[in-house]
């Protein structure tokens, strides 16, 4: 697996620990709740977004990066937190209502991926309930929803997308602190948890809004009318995901043509994209710049192709510098080719620049993608496939050597850190 | 588009003549008690969303928006609103030509109209509490004859342009458009419902909130289009970067590629298994890469030995791309695209039908290319003498049928040979040039197997 869809196997994830948690205890007390105060109010209706909610679980969805997501379920319980009227009849379900429905409901939409044999991606069940939970309070449990009858047509669309974009913050920072386990800094999780979600995060909310206002006219039909055309915007987020997985295998399997070619050592291009991208993650770069430098540490030995002799063990370390700079700028031109992946090509070209040249006093310009690479290529020619530690000690010790000068000080140490976390390099 | 030809000035006088009346009709119809203010909002709206919408390619991202607000307008501001609004279409922010925007215009208002009539006589009227689930049916129906009518407009001047047969340019357009069509279509109920929701009337700000989802579809599908653009292009380049280690085989790849969607388009392939074939054409020497370059430039007869790593190279692609998980049939063609209908073709000697459909197509591309194109050893042949080299061929080495539906292909569109190199710098770090009078054993020309094949 990529580490870009890595789950969190490793230990250490309080974060997602504690919104499973609180999940847990929220679902069990809405549940009981509910049940001590005589049952639903409405039952008719409860059963039908419930059914529709469950539904919504069955076909979730896996977006870029591993994410699972359920949009039709997300959108008909917000739908469900936000509705005022069915037909022009009052409904009266508290902010619990919501939760316990939403929790009994995903219960049922699990069953199938259970007997399927997928598991079922416990943090986003929990965050999806939190999120609910946290619109439902906010809107039935503030009086909010009583304010809402008497204004003007404008003002209720202002409050649904004010509600729907505090929805989707709760959602970020909940997605941020569940992921935080890899190292990185927080910050730099929570702008790509964001970056990832506004898109589908916002048409959820609004159509979970246009269903509650829309069912005072349509009554139930809002639901599976008006989740037509999310359904239409999920299948276009799979076929990008899919895509985005192809592009990737596609780039693996390509970068494997100097292992074929006898240029370089087996395995090795792929080594160096793993640890990149987790040495990438832990200094807080993008997804969008993780996927560049994965990108660049699958093709960063493609220049080799244009040798006529192959480097032996296609170890770049032992070629002279002029020599990894002419692969380097061969392989960048390649890439450049594409018309559509110069930032790529960039961190190529420059993979073999020092970190700072002798009497070039502040020489950074380099792009950390392409210092990552520098270190992390040298450590894997160094060490290989070898599993010794003290194999792995010495290449570290070299690379220490070379810092400051060859290799950049901070991309160093977050090798070794991410070395010593991890088992896998 | 280049310039029209008369008959398509003909087809497009028709066609906007025949749309002329009904905004007449409309406005004097208008006194019957349209409603103003409605319209004007929809039709501003029109504008930008349809200004919005008709940028970039031709797929489901493009699907022109104005749709939903053509559609969103049944309801609010009946048939004859309905086609008013359409004129708006007139005042898109898009540079086009004026004979396009008028084109344009009249095809939208013609969709407007026939939509009105289905609506009104499917029993559809304003919105009210209940009107549902009964509306849904007229609405659809409305939604549909928009579809065709749009789809068999637009097919009409591209197959009179073109020159390409009508069935064939409506099941494309179609095709692609059906699902977005439907989905945009329901933006604009939600638009409608919500504008004018009795009681609490949201009014023009129901914009707002439907605008929010329909935009992030829209921006959902461009970053599909854009990926799958860059996924096209990235494949084809690393491919040609590939071929640099082999300087008689540039641009092969790609070409295999071009003629085996040729063949398949002829014999009626399906649309997604096109795009897989695509790929394998592509791919499908990407083993050679295995095969040691002094094998690959030795002059004269190969040994049986250096025979066999040759034929082993299409195991070889097939190792490298089966983690591809989307080529699926697309291996059979690379793992066998060097099969014989008689059985003598290799790696596994497979026979008739046995052979994958994917890999009798690329054979014969394949094959094609190769004798088309200078070798270092030979000048390249004439096309008609190269497929008269493959007919010849049919039935022993190659489906008989493909072979035809390439000829049928070439003939109607045309071939071009040799394509720039991509990468022509890379000459000077390129192995050494070939020893004048020297050659290189050609394993894809049809010729050469034969040769190769009787020194084993």
Partial sequence: MSPLVRRLD??????????????????????????????????????????????????????????????????????????????????????????????????????????????????????????????????????????????PGAGIAIVMICIVAASLGVDALLAAAARLADGAPFLAVLRNEARALIGIGSAIGSTGALI??????????????????????????????????????????????????????????????????????????????????????????????????????????????????????????????????????TMVEQQAEPYRRAHDTDHIDIPLGSRIIKAVNAYDDLVGESPEVSRRLEALERLRLGMAYEYDPRVVDSLAKTIGRSARF | MGPLSSRARLFVSAVVLAAAPLP?????????????????????????????????????????????????????????????????????????????????????????????????????????????????????????????????????????????????????????SVAGYFGYGLFGLMLAVLWAKPGADVGPAAALLVLLPLFVARWAYEQYAEQQRAYDRTVRTLIAAVETKDLYTRGHSERVSVASVLIAREIGMREDRVDSLRYAGMLHDIGKLGVPTRVLQKTGRLSPEEFATVQLHPMRG?????????????????????????????????????????????????????????????????????LVELRRCAGSQFEPHMVEALIAAVEVQGWETETTPLFPTLDQVAPDPMPVGARYYDHDDPTEYVAGRNAS
């Fill in chain 1, 10 to 151: 490793d230990a250490g994830s309080t974060g997602l620990l504690v919104i499973t948690a609180a999940a847990g205890m929220l679902a069990v007390t809405s549940v009981a709740v509910t049940a001590s105060h005589g049952g639903f109010v409405n039952p008719g209706t409860a059963l039908a977004f419930g059914c529709f909610i469950a539904l919504g679980e069955v076909v979730r969805i896996t977006l870029p990066g591993g994410r699972d997501a359920a949009p039709i379920a997300l959108a008909g319980s917000l739908a469900y937190a936000l509705l005022a009227h069915v037909n022009r009849d009052d409904v009266e379900h508290d902010a619990l209502q919501v939760v316990a429905v939403v929790t009994l409901a995903m219960l049922v939409g699990v069953l199938p991926h259970i007997v399927a044999r997928r598991a079922p991606s416990v943090d986003a069940l929990a965050r999806r309930l939190l999120v609910v939970g946290f619109v439902a309070a906010a809107f039935r449990g503030t009086g909010l929803d009583e304010r809402t009858q008497g204004l």
């Fill in chain 1, 212 to 345: 509650a206002l829309a069912a005072t006219i349509m009554g139930m039909w809002a639901l599976p009318v008006f989740v037509i055309p999310l359904l239409l915007t999920q299948f276009a987020f799979r076929r990008f995901s899919a895509i985005r997985a192809t592009s990737l295998q596609t780039i693996r399997a390509l970068s494997r043509v100097t292992e074929l070619g006898g240029y370089t050592e087996t395995g090795h291009s792929r080594r160096v994209s793993d640890l990149a991208v987790a040495v990438g993650r832990e200094l807080g770069m993008s997804d969008a710049e993780l996927l560049d430098l994965e990108y660049a540490a699958l093709m960063h030995d493609i220049g080799q192709l244009s040798l006529a002799e192959p480097i032996p063990g296609g170890a770049t370390v032992v070629a002279a510098p002029n020599e990894q700079r002419r692969i380097a700028s061969l392989g960048a031109e390649v890439i450049r080719q594409t018309g559509v992946l110069d930032d790529v090509a």
């Fill in chain 2, 24 to 176: 007449v009709i409309a406005a004097w119809q208008g006194h019957a008690g349209l409603r103003l203010r409605d319209l004007i909002a929809l039709s501003l709206l029109f504008v930008v969303t349809d200004s919005i919408g008709t940028r970039g390619s031709r797929d489901l991202a493009t699907i022109a928006l104005g749709s939903v607000t053509a559609m969103a307008a049944l309801p609010l501001v009946g048939g004859w609103g309905a086609i008013l609004l359409a004129c708006t279409c007139a005042f898109d922010y898009d540079p086009q030509p004026a004979i396009k925007r008028l084109f344009n215009t009249s095809q939208m208002v013609l969709a407007a109209g026939g939509s009105a009539l289905a609506y009104s006589l499917l029993g559809g009227r304003e919105i009210e509490v209940g009107s549902f689930p009964g509306l849904l049916v007229p609405f659809v129906a409305a939604l549909m004859a928009h579809c065709v009518i749009n789809g068999l407009l637009v097919a009409s001047i591209v197959s009179i342009h073109q020159g390409v047969p009508l069935r064939i340019v409506f099941q494309g357009t179609m095709s692609g």
């Fill in chain 2, 318 to 386: 097939l190792e490298m791309v089966r983690e591809i998980e989307f080529l699926d049939e697309a291996f059979a063609g690379i793992m066998h695209h060097h099969e014989r209908l008689d059985g003598m073709g290799y790696p596994m000697g497979l026979q008739g039908d046995e052979i994958p459909e994917f890999a009798r197509v690329i054979a014969v591309a394949d094959a094609f290319d190769s004798m088309t194109t200078t070798r270092s050893y030979r000048g390249a042949r004439s096309v008609e003498n190269a």
